[in-house]
């Protein structure tokens, strides 16, 4: 766990900020910045061959009910991949990241509802917080947003509510994956776990190309890597890392999803509010205002509230093992008695 908890914390860290640096220099397109989070599944392919030549892997039949979530869930991801590109567009990353910490709340209410995650008051507690969290800051101050390269007025709005809507979205499609794919993949091995990224994001790649150049955006993305402030090979780097970071996210969260739960990914996940906009801050120079400061100290205290939640139903599940066995073994219950016990009366 601690291995994939290592590169949802890394990918999505370094994809934020790599996305930032896009619209910081000159980049313009939306759907560029959407693509970017799916279009770096071919790195995958080695690792896919390697994994389906495994002497380990179980065989198991083709199962149609997997392309048909294969497309339902990339054409999902790439209308959120849509919604936090134009967020991240016009909202200082430090404002973007706490916003994204409110994907915790929304993902224990959806998990609640979908997956039988009981709501305790720690639990409520942290929503609660993250609710709080964000009223603070939309109600901040001044021009909204104030920080390099942000929209004001009217872009910080439209940023807000798509940051907030795809936090929204992503926790409601993490709960249905683990749903769906918990009943459909049985195995949840490392081949299985590639090959969901890997046909998601291809769906999902196909829906935003066909958005690119039906939007005719691909038109002005030869001005924009001329235009770019730090040059079309630093263009070109800043799209490849982003799309590499965003992969390696994605292996870290299917596989905290498939291994554990969709809740724990989303805990992971939500340690990067601690991170990110104090890196904002030092790279993009963000005002860091005190209502900000506040909302920051309430979505630490909201996080630390859920892992101490998790940290108890921990304890209690162990204590619980211990305690089974510990038990005398009754052999009246075992099903070798049972099998014996009807050949004699046969």
Known sequence: MAIYSILVLTGQSSATLLGRLYFEKGGKSKYMAALVQSAGFPILIPLLYITSRSKNKPTQPENLALPALYICFGTFLAFDCMLYAIGLMHLPVSTYSL??????GFNALFSCILNSQKLTSFIVNSIFLLTVSTILLISQPGPPGAGAG?????????????????????AFLLSLEQLAYGKVLKGKTVNEILNVIFYESLVTSCVLLVGLFGSGEWRGLKDEM????????????????????WQVFGVGMVSLILKVSCLFGNVISTLNVGVVPILGVVVFKDSMSGLKVVALVL???????????????????????????????????????????NQTEN
């Open 299 to 341: 979505a630490v205290w909201g996080f630390l509230s859920f892992v101490y939640q998790q940290y108890v139903d921990e304890v209690k599940s162990r204590a619980e093992n211990k305690r089974y066995f510990r038990q005398p073994f009754d052999v009246s219950n075992s099903l070798l008695f049972t099998i014996y016990h």
């Open 226 to 245: 001329e235009g770019f402030e730090l040059g079309r090979k630093m263009y070109v780097m800043v799209l490849v890392f982003g799309a590499f970071s």
């Open 99 to 104: 916003l994204c910490a409110s994907q915790l």
């Open 150 to 170: 942000a929209g004001t007025g009217g872009k910080f709005a439209l940023g807000f509510i798509c940051t907030l809507t795809g936090a929204a979205l992503y």
